[in-house]
């Protein structure tokens, strides 16, 4: 069983998923952690050097092996991951897959001293914040199989709402962490 957290830049996913497999007694991951990792420096340079095109197809790649690993994990995805449908696709049919809702307002809000984040150095992130929400908010909802609207609550509030959404769908036993087992009575 995985879980995949997908949502805006600054939504959470991998705080939120940090906790999660804690409270769960799963392993975590973090797409973004892993490209680093493989590329030996930041996200940031590598797209100023690259381009985002190139940048894409390492995460599409970090996310296939993400999903394949053997055993139950948390996965925390890159804001863009759902940009490609093959990622779509793959994270729909390979993890549960959540998506931690934010408003561009409230991601503003939380984003606006950052300076690690590529695509939110321009002139007026807002403004590329709503772009983006725009662009995204369409294929985030189309791979999720659960949207939780995050708002204004901590992390372990959202750790809470997560893992009670996957145990009220059954697809997870919350206080165990185990997979949900299927129910094959007719």
Excluded: W
């Excluded at 940090?18 to 930041?42: K, N, P, V």
């Excluded at 100023?48 to 690993?69: K, N, V, W, Y």
């Excluded at 993890?95 to 939110?120: G, I, K, N």
């Amino acid at each position: 069983m995985k879980v995949a957290l997908v949502g805006m830049p600054g939504g959470g996913k991998s705080s939120v998923g940090r906790g999660l497999a804690r409270q769960l007694g799963l392993g975590f991951a973090d797409s973004d952690s892993l490209i680093e990792q493989r590329i030996g420096g930041t996200i940031r340079q590598f797209f100023d050097e690259h381009g985002e095109d190139a940048f894409r197809s390492l995460e599409q790649q970090a996310i296939t092996d993400l999903l394949t690993q053997p055993g139950d994990a948390v996965i925390a995805t890159g804001g863009g991951a759902v940009l490609r449908p093959s990622n779509r696709a793959a994270l729909r049919a390979g993890a549960t897959v959540v998506y931690l809702h934010s408003s561009p307002e409230e991601l503003f809000r939380r984003l606006r001293h950052d300076t690690q984040r590529p695509l939110l150095q321009v002139a007026d992130p807002l403004r590329k914040l709503r772009e983006l929400y725009a662009q995204r908010d369409p294929a985030y909802r189309q791979c999720a199989h659960f949207v939780l609207e995050t708002g204004r609550p901590s992390v372990a509030s959202l750790v809470n709402m997560v893992a009670m959404q996957l145990e009220l769908a059954g697809v997870m036993d919350g206080r165990s962490g185990q997979s949900a087992p299927l129910n094959t009575a007719n």
